[in-house]
């Protein structure tokens, strides 16, 4: 049985949805603590930094464009079990949804489920 937090309800909703990277995009471990991630935008290809806690980048190197955001869930609480489930399904929303604002990543349907067929 699935959390009952506002937000596990609102995630079951989009939960075989697979977070995919964009292409042109690279990792860097800046240091213990944070990971630079460097990005291009545009047909002039700019780039553009964007920096994130380690966790963040934690959850950015499993949105492997394979993995839906149940599976994502699933790998960051068997990390830190001490957390809850609950709360790391929010704190996975909230740096999805952060990433994906600033296109760092877009979200696909998880071919089989109802939105992917």
Not at 24 to 52: M, Q, W
Request: hydrophobic fraction near 40%.
């Amino acid at each position: 049985m699935r959390d009952p937090s506002l937000l596990a309800v609102v995630f079951e909703e989009v939960w075989d949805l697979v977070p995919r990277r964009r292409n042109c995009l690279k990792a860097r471990l800046e240091d213990r603590d944070e990971v630079l991630l460097i990005s291009c935008a545009g047909p002039a290809r700019t780039s553009e930094t964007h920096t994130f806690n380690r966790t963040a980048g934690q959850v950015f190197s499993l949105c492997d464009g394979h993995r839906n955001l149940g599976e994502i869930v699933r790998e960051m609480a068997s990390r830190y079990p001490e957390a809850g489930k609950a709360r790391i399904t929010e704190d996975v929303i909230r740096v999805l949804r952060t990433m994906e604002r600033k296109g760092i990543l877009t979200f696909i349907p998880e071919a089989g489920s109802p939105a992917g067929r």
